[in-house]
């Protein structure tokens, strides 16, 4: 998909040519899973699917919205003076969500907005759709409207957004990894400190695969916020006796020597994976650096276990990929990436083994779970910006 498809479709939908053209890719954490929200690292980088928008101006005082990803919500009309309404559970909540909130940080709206908008990106797959769509909104009107306003502030919007408006208490990573992202190189940053640094992402002879469950998940409804409530439960049965801000603090010894302050078997297998995925995440990253992809897929792989069985959030649709991919050539690790109970996964495959990796992963996937899965090579992606 490019920027001339929804070009020609805002034609068709609203009688005249669009006067900007818009694209915010999706994302993958290649390692760093549930660690944003508990203080700690996380490895993302942004993927070439992602969600497009033309744009063009109006004289209604309104947004008009129009989604070929939802054609039958239709086009949908948010006047300017309707903008603090309640979210109505439509995609559009999320441009409404960003328009309130970059008004009340003092963004002015002088004119209104045909916008249309198309997305490549499997909704509910773990790639980051609302959180794309969110940083796509963002940097419209950010752009459009002379907001002036720094990428991280961008970010902070959509977390927000997220956060209070949507309902889902997410962490910072997928806002972040979306605007922020640069071609071939993926972001190591501490959700703690919000310091990052862009490293690199050179495989060698391999590539990013990714898996495509196609079982749809919706965090709202998921245990994703559950997860959340129990690892702020376990830091804070560790701080009667120590002096950390987050489990991200924590090293794995410091993390051992202290479980019996938490004392419960649930609460210490979410907070032992938020923890030893943060040493992990950093542990990764140095041997990316390093060259040492044969480390680095490990790391991937325990990453995927601790998931599975610490922190409980795969399932047998995720499990079943992730296992078929082991088992598989020229195969150097693989884990679910994203919030999990659903979604994808992401394996590392040597360039020469993808299409029999993707065959025989595919055919182990539909024989078990009954439906096919649907497999991507991720390219390694720019941030949201404006296009030419």
Not at 18 to 41: K, M, Q, S, W
Not at 168 to 182: C, H, N, Y
Not at 269 to 282: D, G, I, Q, S, Y
Request: charged residues 25%; proline residues 2%; aromatic residues 10%.
């Amino acid at each position: 998909m490019k920027s001339t498809n929804v070009k020609k479709g805002f034609i068709e939908q609203f009688g005249k040519e669009a006067e900007h053209a818009f694209f915010a890719p999706g994302r993958v954490n290649l390692i760093g899973e549930h660690t944003d929200y508990n203080g700690g690292h996380v490895f993302p980088c942004a993927i070439t699917l992602g969600t497009y928008a033309a744009v063009g101006s109006n004289n209604q005082d309104a947004f008009l919205l129009y989604s070929d990803n939802f054609p039958d919500v239709g086009v949908v009309k948010i006047a300017f003076a309707d903008l603090t309404k309640e979210k109505q559970g439509l995609w559009t909540d999320y441009f409404q969500g960003i328009a309130q909130v970059m008004q009340a940080a003092g963004l002015e709206y002088s004119h209104g907005l045909d916008v249309y908008i198309s997305g490549n990106l499997p909704d509910g797959a773990g790639l980051s759709s609302s959180a794309s769509l969110e940083m796509l909104v963002a940097t419209i009107l950010n752009e459009l409207f002379a907001g002036n306003f720094a990428p991280i502030e961008l970010v902070k919007f959509g977390v927000k957004v997220e956060n209070d408006y949507i309902g889902v208490k997410s962490g910072i990573m997928d806002q972040f990894a979306i605007e922020m992202g640069k071609e071939n190189q993926a972001m190591l940053l501490d959700t703690n400190t919000m310091k990052y640094e862009y490293l690199p992402v050179e495989m060698g002879d391999n590539v990013i695969v990714i898996m495509n469950t196609n079982k749809r998940r919706e965090l709202v409804d998921s245990k994703y916020n559950e997860r959340r409530s129990e690892c702020e439960e376990a830091l804070a049965r560790l701080q009667k006796d120590l002096s950390i801000s987050s489990l991200g603090d924590l090293t794995e010894d410091e993390f051992d020597e202290n479980t019996y302050l938490i004392y419960d078997p649930t609460l210490i297998k979410r907070a032992r994976h938020a923890v030893f995925e943060n040493v992990r995440t950093l542990n990764a990253a140095k041997a990316l650096q390093a060259g040492s992809l044969k480390e680095f897929g490990k790391l991937i792989s325990a990453s995927g276990v601790s998931l599975a069985y610490d922190y409980e959030v795969t399932g047998k649709e995720l499990d079943t990929l992730v296992t078929a991919a082991l088992k598989q050539e020229g195969v150097l690790g693989a884990r679910m990436t994203g919030a999990g109970f659903g979604g994808c996964a992401i394996a590392i495959v040597n360039r020469d083994n993808v299409e029999n990796f993707i065959n025989k992963v595919g055919r182990i996937y539909r024989e078990k779970i009954g439906y096919d899965a649907h497999f991507y090579v991720a390219n390694i992606a720019d941030g949201a910006k404006q296009l030419s």
